[in-house]
């Protein structure tokens, strides 16, 4: 508000406005500015090092910038009869100010240690230093008017300002959700706005003499300079955005190579337990062949070559090195590296190979194996190694569970339909069962009751199953054991 009075002394009272597109681009920078903050408060989160501390100035930076790049363009919002300018030295401080307030509130909450005390004191500092900012700002307003304030709406001003610097830096390193972000950003919007149009509220400027305005000019000219601050802003914080989402899809490119390192790391593992099964296995095509090679020689070398026996015995012999081939190449895969390839798998014959395959593991530890498969199961698409390692992983971990156990000794295996057009896996063993109260801690990265397990065969095959679009879970086996459950979608439900 403005008080004024006329060459005679009677008070004249002018009221300044504001203008609405301008408040309303105010609230959208503010608004703007918070969800960028809440973005790079998210890679703060998962950054160590440098990069840790180069994401919370860049947030920091982002968040002082933005409040002070809305109190700027609120400014100019307000429009007075009077010639209106702007100190230089003193609208820099205040952008220093901001910056200084929110860098070091947003260093206090990001540490890992952070309290709820120390959310509320930074929450102070932050809001008591943002009212600062927009006080400085108030200060760098030249107008022929003398400027005073209502305590009420001042302490009011205070008040908002404390509420909505906690409330921002606590969203800031919590909120990780698209959704959750955009609608976190919306409210610390209006509330960082909210604080300064209450300030505003507690201004009043006294006019002595008679006054003359020219709003459509001055007007004018606050408009342009409001556009020019808030494009500038809008800029960078497109900039530090971009910045944001390039280092979260190479962070993403990152996660994803490891994962796929480690599933090959534990394949390659796993694969040192299967060598004597490997050689058992090869064997037998390998000595039946040279059976049949010797039958074959023998029906030649009679005075009258039996030539149709001595053809029996070269099939079998094809026969046996074909079934060679197939266990080394089957074998073989399972430790290759490369891309995942999707194609129409028989969750069946995964079962079937993996048992053939584990089954002198199986037979040294004197473990019965029964199988309950259901028929014309429709089939997955997926990538048939990678269902294989998980289906190797769940059997070794039973075979694991049950070589010490001084009672029976069985692995049950079942494949059956499940609801929605789904089908479901279950490896069941009469094993030591799952640690107590750790039913989902066993699929944690790292996370291994074995003296010498890795912790790794259980996470990379959930993250198997999820990358299917399945689930992996376990359950106890009454009275004795372990239970794990695999869900996958078949391609029916793919293609629907």
């Not at 201004?203 to 020219?214: D, E, I, N, R």
């Not at 075979?399 to 057009?421: P, Y």
Request: proline share 3%; glycine share 8%; with cysteine.
């Amino acid at each position: 508000m403005v008080l004024g009075s006329d060459n005679w002394g009677n008070p004249m009272i002018a009221t300044g406005t504001h203008d609405p597109y301008l408040v309303a681009l105010s609230i959208l920078v503010a608004a703007f500015a918070s969800y960028t903050a809440l973005d790079l408060g998210a890679r703060v989160g998962v950054a160590r090092g440098l990069a840790r501390r180069v994401w919370l100035v860049a947030a920091a930076v982002t968040m002082g910038g933005g409040i002070w790049s809305m109190h700027f363009v609120a400014m100019l919002a307000f429009k007075m009869p009077l010639a209106m300018s702007y100190d230089v030295g003193l609208t820099i401080l205040s952008l220093v100010v901001a910056i200084f307030v929110t860098s070091g509130g947003f260093y206090v909450i990001s540490r890992q240690n952070a309290s709820p005390r120390r959310l509320v004191l930074s929450g102070i500092f932050m809001g008591v230093g943002i009212v600062a900012m927009h006080y400085t700002g108030m200060a760098a307003l030249r107008s022929p008017a003398k400027l005073s304030y209502d305590p009420l709406f001042v302490a009011l001003s205070i008040v908002v300002a404390v509420g909505a610097s906690t409330a921002a830096l606590w969203l800031t390193f919590r909120t990780t959700d698209l959704w959750q972000r955009l609608g976190a950003a919306a409210v610390m919007g209006v509330a960082i706005s909210g604080m300064h149009y209450t300030a505003m509220r507690a201004a009043s400027f006294t006019a002595h003499g008679q006054f003359y305005g020219a709003p459509g000019h001055a007007g004018l000219d606050q408009t342009h300079l409001a556009l020019v601050v808030a494009g500038t802003t809008f800029v960078i914080l497109a900039v530090a955005l971009v910045a944001s989402l390039s280092e979260q899809n190479r962070a993403e490119a990152a996660l994803r190579q490891a994962r796929e390192d480690l599933a090959h790391v534990n394949r390659v593992t796993t694969m040192g337990a299967l060598t004597a099964s490997l050689a058992h296995e090869v064997n037998q095509p390998i000595a039946a062949a040279v059976t049949n090679a010797q039958a074959c020689l023998n029906w030649l070398a009679g005075d009258t070559p039996n030539l149709e026996a001595a053809r029996a015995s070269a099939m079998s012999i094809v026969e046996d090195g074909t079934r060679a081939a197939e266990i080394i190449s089957r074998t073989r895969l399972l430790f290759t590296k490369g891309s995942p390839r999707r194609e129409l798998v028989d969750v069946n014959d995964v079962i079937r190979e993996m048992i053939v395959l584990l089954s002198r593991e199986i037979t040294r530890y004197g473990i019965s194996v029964r199988t309950q498969l259901a028929s014309h199961l429709p089939r997955l698409m997926g990538d048939r190694v990678q269902l294989q390692q998980v289906m190797m992983n769940l059997i070794m971990n039973s075979v694991d569970a049950m070589k010490d156990v001084d009672e029976t000794r069985e692995l049950a295996i079942t494949s059956q339909h499940a609801e929605n057009g789904r089908l479901m896996v279950s490896v069941i063993d009469t094993g030591v069962g799952l640690p107590s109260q750790q039913a989902d801690q066993i699929f944690y990265a790292f996370f291994t009751t074995k003296p010498q397990g890795t912790g790794m065969g259980l996470s990379i095959s959930r993250s198997i199953v999820e990358s299917h679009d399945g689930r992996l879970w376990a359950s106890d086996n009454s009275p004795r054991g372990a239970c794990f459950h695999v869900v996958l979608p078949t391609a029916v439900e793919t293609r629907e």
